[in-house]
């Protein structure tokens, strides 16, 4: 089975532009997390969606956003970028049928705000 | 507040030493425990997981882990490293109804030829 995919690997933005972050799940996998890691702050959990519903949300300003598609595909929005959003940004997938299931990680984008 | 804790930032063993790196959780409710790799520029990987069971669980690499409910502790044994264990260890838990992990902060292990 393919793993979790993210796209772009990189990206490089200047503030006040937004950005979109997108990551294909393990197939058959209907629940997909973000999670934003930085030297500073660790990881922390942005968002996770099951079935295009979003579940549970993190302690994050209201620029940060998410979808997911009928297809389990989904995508994180960053608007007005600030510097401080510099950060890996990691998307992970789990079956979905439980919320303790096993996540499995991407290999994150590296967002850089300039 | 539910958190996790790794005491260590940084830890350093010569190659073929044993290994311990240390988690504690904050909250009462049953965990659910994972142990997660990560090597530089990549995502994380799974090493082992606790759901409920045996309070030791083994886990790929070499690896295995001890659930110890008194001590409110998950930690991370290996008998002998090897140099290309050398990376960021994170340990995490989550908890029923939540949909999400918390992380400790990480400790970052240097393997010393």
């Known amino acids: 089975k393919a793993g979790v995919t993210q796209t772009p690997r990189y990206l490089i933005k200047t503030r006040g532009q937004q950005v979109t972050l997108s990551c294909s799940p393990i197939?058959?996998?209907?629940?997909v997390s973000w999670y934003q890691q930085t030297p500073g702050q660790g990881l922390q959990f942005l968002f996770e969606y099951f079935s295009e519903t979003q579940r549970n949300k993190g302690n994050f300003p209201g620029r940060f956003s998410g979808r997911q598609f009928s297809n389990s595909r989904s995508e994180m929005n960053v608007s007005t970028l600030e510097l401080g959003d510099s950060a890996l940004y990691l998307c992970?997938?789990?079956?979905?049928?439980?919320?303790?299931?096993?996540?499995?990680f991407g290999p994150g984008t590296r967002l850089t705000v300039l | 507040a539910q958190s996790v804790t790794q005491p260590d930032i940084h830890i350093t063993v010569s190659e073929g030493a044993s290994l311990e790196l240390r988690c504690n959780y904050s909250?009462?409710?049953?965990?659910?425990l994972f142990w997660y790799v990560q090597s530089p520029g990549q995502g994380l990987q799974l090493l082992l997981k606790y759901f409920s069971g045996d309070t030791l669980v083994q886990g790929i690499k070499g690896f295995e882990a001890e659930f110890k409910r008194s001590q409110s502790s998950f930690n991370l044994r290996k008998p002998s490293v090897h140099w290309s264990d050398a990376a960021e260890y994170f340990c995490?838990?989550?908890?029923?109804?939540?949909?999400?992990?918390?992380f400790g902060t990480g400790t970052r292990l240097k393997v010393l030829a």
């Open positions: 909250y009462g409710a049953t965990p659910y």
């Open positions: 197939s058959g996998h209907r629940s």
């Open positions: 995490a838990v989550a908890y029923s109804g939540t949909y999400k992990y918390i």
């Open positions: 992970a997938s789990s079956s979905g049928g439980g919320n303790t299931d096993t996540q499995y």
